[in-house]
């Protein structure tokens, strides 16, 4: 019954490493999206996931970044070999996509990399 | 291409003074336009859309497609009005060769009303 859930919510690790996301949209919403949030950035588009259609991945900024949505539901987003420009709060949200533009957002995972 | 622009990174009124928030949108098709708010510590969450024509907390937008801007308005600020807005845009569902699923936001705007 909780609104959009994300871990970890923090994350510190060393420049090269591997990192992995979670999102956990609310039941039933079919869309599922991933942002960035930077200082002075705003919010970036990275993916889009909706029911059983290719993946919108217009958005990811390198092939260090790839997604995943495992059954509908949870989404992981993975970062290989982590740059320190990789820092920000990465956000996920859900929604039912026949409301357009009605988003859910998790409260994010701050992700920094030394 | 979907663009929104929000010109002012920063806005700093005092309690009870108007407040306008500018927001100026790029989009070949019918726009949905829609401002969110992130009050501190909290998560982005709607505030409202300009389809349903309603005012939330006092706030109002309208769309002008003319001057394509979607300015967010209140004549009356208060305190915890404070926070960061963003301006977003979709494409209407239906819109050929748009899309019509994805938000563009804007970069924010940072609102801080002062007792």
């Known amino acids: 019954g909780a609104g959009v859930s994300q871990s970890p919510s923090n994350k510190v690790t060393e420049k090269g490493k591997d990192v992995e996301l979670r999102c956990d949209p609310i039941s039933g919403h079919t869309a599922l999206y991933w942002y960035r949030q930077s200082l002075g950035q705003g919010l970036e588009f990275l993916i889009y996931?909706?029911?059983?259609?290719?993946?919108?991945k217009s958005g990811l900024p390198s092939d260090r970044f790839s997604a995943e949505r495992t059954g509908g539901s949870v989404s992981t987003l993975t970062i290989q070999r982590t740059q320190q420009e990789d820092s920000a709060v990465y956000l996920c949200a859900s929604s039912l996509v026949v409301v357009a533009g009605e988003l859910f957002f998790g409260e994010g995972s701050r992700l920094t990399v030394l | 291409a979907q663009r929104v622009t929000q010109p002012e990174k920063l806005l700093s009124v005092f309690k009870g003074a108007p407040v306008e928030l500018k927001c100026n949108y790029s989009?070949?098709?019918?726009?949905?336009l829609f401002w969110y708010v992130q009050y501190s510590r909290q998560r982005l969450q709607l505030l409202l859309r300009?389809?349903s024509r309603e005012s939330i907390k006092g706030f109002t937008a309208d769309l002008n497609k003319g001057e394509t801007s979607f300015h967010l308005k209140k004549p009356f600020a208060q305190e915890e009005d404070s926070a960061m807005y963003y301006c977003a845009l979709s494409g209407r569902l239906g819109d050929s060769g748009g899309s019509n699923y994805k938000l563009t936001f804007g970069k924010g705007t940072l609102l801080t009303v002062n007792p």
């Open positions: 989009y070949s098709g019918s726009p949905e």
């Open positions: 996931f909706q029911g059983n259609s290719a993946p919108d």
């Open positions: 300009h389809i």
